[in-house]
């Protein structure tokens, strides 16, 4: 058997596990096989590469890949859930760079020893460094964003569309240049400046709410310039595995989208997020509740239902959550999670917290599945979540969020709401799930509250 059979081969069965392991991941129960599926397939991609005749030398490839997996290993074994949503927002940010840098690289190439890229090369190389290079800038400002150190709201310029529109036609018309003049080389690199330019522009307009849809986008940018990649160096597996990624970020982003009952189109330019300048209605003060107020409402409990967000990866509380839910069980209340699909900061994100805390697959329910049973629920319990319950997207036509499916928290007879302060969330907007009567405020840290949560109950 030939070395170029066995490339083929590998590209063959890599394919087929990444579409297997998509599959896996369309569901909680069969994540963890997704991802194991997906790793097999990503070895046998690496595999053939290392196969192919092309390659001269193993020695700076070798020593990429160990330089690459030992600070890949040591950043995921040290950073926390909480910072997990930055954490994809920076390797979106490095993916698309490295996908820049081999189109140029291939480029500046086969115009110094080619053979010459025709037309069709030309103009995918072109389409890989451009979309390598927004992803790249893009992504450096969304984790900016997620991470506080840039202004999680919109920051938009007048006719700021019409600008990104015209960045975008330019790098464009850039990376056309190249295919009707191959002796313009100089208009890739010109098409990567204006790109990156473009890639800060796009992102900075939207707000923090809606980072879980910006991280989709992005995720798909690199997608589409990693199959972009294929077809400029002839390798199945890239336009194989970029086209997957690029599709389904898009399928993600504009599930997302729906969650928020808002087009698509206008979360990537409506500048949504932007803090509400509404002089605020008068509303009764909040019931404050000490912990063993909320205690004894909890124990009393027949049935619960924790509402996740946000602040509770913020505190690291899963822990504290889970073992709280474990002793309201262990008195015979029935406890399960109603996961918002854009609670948290990038999708998926509370799911993946819970089962760090080894909470059963089973107790985790979609809020189509589990918001009609809040009605007849003993209590809600919101931990750290904000926007995703607040009343006003069903009451208020003036409201930025009105329209989007709501977990419906305040239909609970009880709902306990765990807060640091009554500070507003992403949205920028009051809610009036807080100060609603029926609803008991528990300020302070989510994991100590809970962990005090956790004693009383039980010591009954």
Known sequence: MNAELVVRLAYLAASVLFVIALRGLAAPQTARRGVVYAELGMALAVAGTLLRREIVSYGFLLAGAFAGAAAGTLISLRIPMTRMPERIAFSHAFGGLAVALVGLAEHSHRVRDGPPMNGVELAAAGLEVTLGAVTFSGSLVAFGKLGELLPSRPIALRGQNVVNGLLAAAALALVVVPVAHPEASAAIYAAAAVALVLGVSL????????????????????????????????NDVLIVCGALDGASGLLLGRAMSRAMNRSFSNVLFGAFGAVDARAPEAAPPPTVASVEDAAVVLSAARTLVVVPGYGLAVSQAQHALRDLATALAAGGCTVRYAVHPVAGRMPGHMNVLLAEANVPYDELFDLDAINADFASTDVALVVGAND???????????SPIYG?????????????????????????IDNALFTRPGTLLVLGDAKKTLGALAAAVKAG
């Open 404 to 428: 989007m499916p709501i977990l419906a928290a305040d239909a609970a007879r009880t709902c306990i709401v765990l807060k640091r302060s009554l500070a507003p969330g992403f949205a920028g």
């Open 388 to 398: 995703v319950v607040n009343p006003a997207a069903r009451t208020d036509p003036a």
């Open 203 to 234: 992102v900075l307009p939207i707000g923090g709410a809606d980072m879980p849809v910006v991280i989709c986008v992005l995720n798909a940018y690199a997608g589409l310039a990693a199959a972009a990649t294929g077809f400029a160096l002839r």
